[in-house]
């Protein structure tokens, strides 16, 4: 008997065990202001992936070990909906399947909402009278208003922050209070590591603040990125949690980069470059304070390039403007793109400057062009650019704009050689309403040939991923009508992109875009004809962590058979 009863036992233990691994098919019924996939989220339902939808349903499921609980835990959730009345049950089916039946009941609504404030705080609200109270927006209130204080330079406020629920009566009162109190200041920055071979002044010329500053939060966000942007550390920490009379010392410690070289090889395919082969090998944190010695080569059916690049931070530094430098040398080829070949031989070297919002570098460039049908140019000029960046995020950014100016000058060293003075402005501003992200690109160059013959391959032409996407890269040369443009570059462009980017499903969003060029053979700042080619299409996205993958499909709007599908990762915005 006693052997029988062990053995029901351990075949009860195995049944269970069984059970609690099995997957349970998930659906709810009555829910009508939550939606169902906020349900499936919240008890971490799984459903399959796009690739397996092909073949099976497109059903949540979730560990019927979790069943029993989950009547408990869904009321909890409707709780911090604001529904305290709600009633959840659930009813076993047929082929592993559960059911939720959910009477939501009366929700609790927002009656009053009282503040009295001695900062603006109008735009941190997430609540409002009338509405259903939802905890989770009471708790990013809050969250939100510290926020905004710490970057305005308030770190010692007083703030009260209430929700009394009237369980009777279904209603809720707000009251917040807030005394900002006196302005805050960085105080002394100290710095602490165990790794002696990075210089103090490099970290401080990576920091966004200095001592006696107002202090802000988003000063030190800027911070890590700047110092992050070095790639010469593994961890960054910036302790800023101290407030000694309205001062907050900065303590910053860090750990250098433990693995410093890196290679990487990749195949990719371009719809006009065709099939590429790139391999990249880099030494991070080169003999210590920053330094960067970087490899690079792309081959490909039309294109060579080999480049060697070298970067010092911190070279010098004017009134406390760090400068950092780089030398880039390289060779490159180009065949079967334009009606020319060509071989390049350069080197670059500048120095540069870079904070939150502003980048700018200048420099001086030395070119050995090799035109298969004309001449050998040998080019030495003075660089430029400045760049001002208020975007949100530089990989996949929903707002703010970006401009940038670029100009160069050829140098009249000798009687044979071209002297010219090349500008290229670009403007991009993006907004979201909705979801749905509207970006405008807008780029305009000039130039301004003194003397001597203009490389064609320093002229301007359009077309491409980056331009109109109508055409392959560099297709578009003098624009003569709508539907039709020479082989030579010209002397003045602009180009004007608009796109819509909205949402289709999860990671997946579409884009409706028009694409504008104007080349012009005319010399002169901004000196256009009127000739127009213009573009209009649609492309898929898929969000990734390192940008969105891009496919853009675009037509002439007189001519559709001319048209281009480009793939790309990274946004163009």
């Known amino acids: 008997m006693r052997y029988i009863l062990l053995f029901v036992i351990f075949t009860t233990f195995l049944s269970a065990k069984t059970l609690g691994d099995s997957m349970f098919t ?48 869904f009321q909890h959730f409707y709780k911090n909906e604001g529904f305290y009345d709600a009633n959840v049950t659930h009813v076993l089916g047929d082929y592993k399947s559960v059911k939720f039946i959910i009477k939501e009941n009366r929700p609790i609504i927002i009656d009053k909402i009282m503040i009295d404030s001695d900062l603006d705080i ?32 308030y770190c010692s406020p007083k703030l009260d922050t209430k929700a009394y ?22 105080g002394n920055i100290t710095i602490e590591t165990s790794s002696p071979t990075m210089s103090n002044d490099i970290i401080l010329s990576r920091l966004q603040f200095e001592e006696g500053d107002v202090f802000d939060i988003n000063k030190i966000k800027d911070s890590y990125e700047s110092l992050y942007g070095l790639e010469a550390f593994d961890q960054v920490h910036l302790d800023y949690s101290l407030n000694l ?8 410690k860090y750990k250098e980069i433990q693995h410093n070289i890196h290679s990487r090889i990749g195949v990719g395919y371009a719809t006009d470059l ?99 049908n004309d001449k050998t140019f040998f080019l030495i000029y003075p660089f430029m650019k400045l760049v001002y960046d208020r975007r949100d995020s530089k990989l996949n950014p929903t707002k703010g704009i970006y401009f940038s100016h670029e100009m160069e000058y050829g140098l009249p060293y000798s009687i044979d050689n071209t002297t010219y003075l090349k500008y ?28 001597n013959d203009m490389p064609e391959s320093k002229k301007f032409f359009g077309g491409g991923a980056f331009s109109n996407r109508a055409y392959g890269y560099d297709r578009i040369g003098i624009v003569e009508s709508q539907t039709k443009d020479l082989v030579e570059g010209g002397s003045t462009l602009a180009n004007l992109s608009l796109e819509a980017n909205f949402p289709i499903y999860k990671n997946f969003r579409g884009a409706l875009f028009t694409d504008n060029t104007m080349i012009s053979e005319n010399q002169g700042i901004w000196e256009f004809s009127n000739n127009v080619i213009s573009s209009v299409g649609l492309g898929f996205r898929y969000m990734t962590p390192i940008g969105p993958f891009k496919i853009d499909m675009g037509f002439n709007v ?16």
Not at 122 to 148: C, G, P, V, W, Y
Not at 245 to 252: A, G, W
Not at 335 to 359: A, G, L, P
């Open 26 to 73: 998930i659906t709810f019924e009555g829910n009508k202001h939550v939606n169902s996939s906020d349900l499936e989220k919240f008890v971490g339902a799984k459903r399959p992936s796009f690739i397996k939808r092909l073949w099976t349903k497109d059903e949540a499921k979730i560990n019927s070990i979790l069943i029993p609980k989950l009547d408990e835990t």
């Open 122 to 153: 109008s735009d941190t609200i997430m609540l409002e009278e009338h509405s259903r109270f939802r905890a989770e927006d009471f708790t990013q209130t809050k969250k939100n208003i510290k926020k905004l204080l710490l970057s305005e330079g």
């Open 165 to 186: 629920l009237d369980i009777e009566k279904y209603t809720a009162t707000i009251k917040i209070k807030l005394e900002k109190q006196k302005i805050c200041h960085f």
């Open 245 to 252: 009379y309205n001062k907050k010392p900065v303590k910053i």
């Open 274 to 372: 065709k099939f590429q082969v790139k391999y990249q090998w880099e030494y991070k944190n080169y003999h210590g304070n920053g330094k960067k010695l970087n490899f690079d080569t792309l081959l490909s059916e039309k294109q060579k390039r080999v480049e060697n690049s070298f970067f010092i931070p911190y070279i010098f530094s004017l009134y406390d403007y760090h400068m950092d430098f780089q030398n880039s040398i390289g060779y490159s080829e180009e065949r079967n793109i334009h009606e020319y070949d060509e071989k390049v031989f350069y080197d670059k070297f500048y120095f540069s400057h870079k904070s939150s919002r502003w980048y700018n570098s200048f420099g001086f460039g030395i070119e050995n062009r090799d035109i298969s």
């Open 424 to 451: 290229l402005e670009e403007l991009r501003a993006i907004y979201t309403l909705n979801d749905i992200t509207l970006s405008a690109v807008g780029r305009m160059g000039a130039i301004e040939v003194y003397s």
């Open 558 to 573: 007189k001519d559709r058979y001319q048209n281009a599908i480009h793939f790309q990762v990274g946004q163009s915005f």
